[in-house]
C-alpha cells in the first residue's frame, strides 16, 4: 500500500473538516516558551503546517517569518487563504531539501507520524542540517509503539510512530540536547511534545 498516497489524499479529503476541529488542541503554551526563546523576526519551518490556523496564523501574528509545508495541496490552499504573509509550499516532509543553516525553529504539529517510523531518524538527521546553531526544535511525536490504519475524520490515515522513550533516543541520536519532553493530553488524545535544540 502506498501509505504517502493515502495520507495526501485523506487530508485533501477532509482539510476543512479537521481545520474545524483544530481547537481541541491546545498548543499555545508551548509555542509560547519557544517564542520566548527566539530573536524578533527569526525564520520558522512548520511541517505538516495544514491549514496554517491557528499555529502559523498566531507565529505570523508575533513577528516571525514562516515557511510552512504540508504534502495536501488542499491544505496548503487553505493556509495560503488564511493567511496572506508566509510562505507555503506543497512538499512531502522526506523530502524536503532546504539548504544547511536556514532555520532559526522548526516545529511540526501531529505530522511526523504520518510518515514511515522507519524514516523517522533520517528526517530528523535532515531537520538537524537545516537549522541554524542553537536552533529550536519543537515537535509531536506518538507516545507510543504503534503502527496502523485508522478513521480519521470521515476518511482513512496511516499512522506510524515509536514510543515516547523511542522518540527521545532518535531526537538525541541526531544531535539535539532535549530541554523538555511532555505528553499532552488535549484534545483526548496523548501525544509527546518535545522541546531541543540544536546545540
Same mark, same amino acid.
Given at each position: 500500500m502506498d501509505y504517502k498516497k493515502l495520507v495526501k489524499q485523506g487530508y485533501d479529503q477532509c482539510a476543512q473538516n479537521y481545520l474545524d476541529q483544530r481547537d481541541l488542541f491546545k498548543n499555545q503554551?508551548? =509555542?509560547?516558551?519557544?517564542?520566548?526563546? &527566539? /530573536?524578533?523576526?527569526?525564520?520558522?519551518? !512548520? *511541517?505538516?503546517?495544514?491549514?496554517?490556523?491557528?499555529?502559523?496564523q498566531f507565529l505570523i501574528e508575533k513577528g516571525f517569518k514562516i515557511t510552512g509545508v504540508d504534502i495536501s495541496p488542499e491544505q496548503i490552499k487553505l493556509a495560503k487563504q488564511n493567511l $496572506? @504573509?508566509?510562505?507555503? +509550499?506543497?512538499? !512531502?516532509? $522526506?523530502? *524536503?531539501?532546504?539548504? !544547511?543553516?536556514?532555520?532559526?525553529? *522548526?516545529? @511540526?504539529?501531529?505530522?511526523?507520524?504520518?510518515?514511515n517510523?522507519? #524514516?523517522?531518524? #533520517?528526517?530528523?538527521?535532515?531537520?538537524? @542540517? *537545516? =537549522?541554524?546553531? /542553537?536552533?529550536? &526544535?519543537?515537535?509531536?511525536?506518538? @507516545? %507510543?509503539?504503534? %503502527?496502523g490504519i485508522e478513521k480519521f475524520h470521515g476518511v482513512k490515515m496511516f499512522w506510524s510512530h515509536y514510543s515516547a522513550d523511542? /522518540? +527521545? #533516543?532518535?531526537?538525541?541520536?541526531?544531535?539535539?540536547?532535549?530541554?523538555? $519532553?511532555?505528553? !499532552?493530553? $488535549?484534545?483526548? #488524545?496523548?501525544h509527546l511534545i518535545i522541546l531541543a535544540q540544536k546545540s
Open positions: 503554551k508551548y =509555542l509560547e516558551d519557544l517564542i520566548q526563546r &527566539l /530573536n524578533p523576526n527569526s525564520k520558522i519551518l !512548520d *511541517i505538516g503546517c495544514g491549514a496554517g490556523v491557528p499555529i502559523d $496572506s @504573509s508566509g510562505e507555503f +509550499l506543497v512538499k !512531502d516532509m $522526506s523530502d *524536503i531539501n532546504f539548504p !544547511d543553516n536556514s532555520f532559526d525553529a *522548526i516545529i @511540526s504539529f501531529y505530522a511526523i507520524f504520518h510518515i517510523r522507519k #524514516e523517522h531518524q #533520517e528526517l530528523f538527521n535532515k531537520l538537524f @542540517s *537545516i =537549522l541554524k546553531p /542553537n536552533g529550536y &526544535l519543537l515537535v509531536t511525536t506518538g @507516545s %507510543e509503539d504503534w %503502527e523511542k /522518540n +527521545l #533516543e532518535i531526537i538525541k541520536n541526531s544531535g539535539f540536547k532535549i530541554i523538555s $519532553s511532555e505528553i !499532552d493530553t $488535549s484534545g483526548g #488524545e496523548r
